[in-house]
């Protein structure tokens, strides 16, 4: 039988506030997975600290409600450990790009087989309303009373350079792409990062009103694969595009780790090594 947009939530209430634009990532994020008919029990979904990290809570898989920034390395672990599960990672601009920017790097090196969810709302929202990495400048905030004096990060450039296999911007004002680019991002074999710009309106920066006026879909003649194309394109000045930046196939970490295992006992020629006598080699 079909599964439903139920039998991919909790049945927790969100606790989030009236008209949050998570709730609309969350229903894009369980439509893409009746799309595309994921296993609940073969799905975990790792969450940083924040509004943005209740994602795990709601979510009717496992589920790990992390450490802030902490995400990253920690789907890392659970795909290193468990390669069959479908891993989904969720944080905000704060979570991702703040404390937990340093991990970004080394998730797309590894290009780990998950699907990282930056939802962007420019603001500390849980902890209600400090500068986050994405604050625009002047704009004033709890910890900027005179307003923000560091650049905003622009981070699809970066992303690009780090060279995640898998790059897109969207929005739950674009729901019907939104839901598309997710359910090509959990198909993507490798590290995909969906970064979604949706508004905190209790401490709102963007609005959805505002994101209407700002957000542009890529063209439809745009060739993903074309990553100067791509980087021009995220530093397009007059317009914020959406869409599927750069995506690229290599080889993923579980591709790699078999074949190291496979060199690994290859070089043993087939000598039985147990866990004891490991432990033991490092005495
Ligand atoms: C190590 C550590 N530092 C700081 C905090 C406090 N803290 C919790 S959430 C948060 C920022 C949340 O902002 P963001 O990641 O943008 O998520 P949002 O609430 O906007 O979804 C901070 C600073 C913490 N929990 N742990
Ligand atoms: S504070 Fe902002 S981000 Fe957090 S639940 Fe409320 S509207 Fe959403
Ligand atoms: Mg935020």
Redesign the pocket.
Known sequence: MKRTLQDYSSGIKPVWCPGCGDYGVLRGLQQAMVDLDIVPEETITISGI???GRFSHYMNSYNLHGTHGRAVPTAIGAKAARPELTVLCVG????GLGIGGGHIPHAARKNVDMTYIL????????TKGQS?P?TPIDLQTKTAPYGVYEEPMNAIPIFLTYGISFIARTSPIQMGAMTEILKQAISHKGFSLVYIMAP?VTFPVVTFKGLKDMLTELPEDYDPTDRMRALEMAYAEDTMYTGIFYKVNKPTLEDNLQAMIRKACASRKGEKFTVKQMLESYT
């Open positions: 924040g509004c943005s905000g601009d704060g979570d939802i962007d709302n420019r603001i500390y929202g849980l986050s994405t905190c």
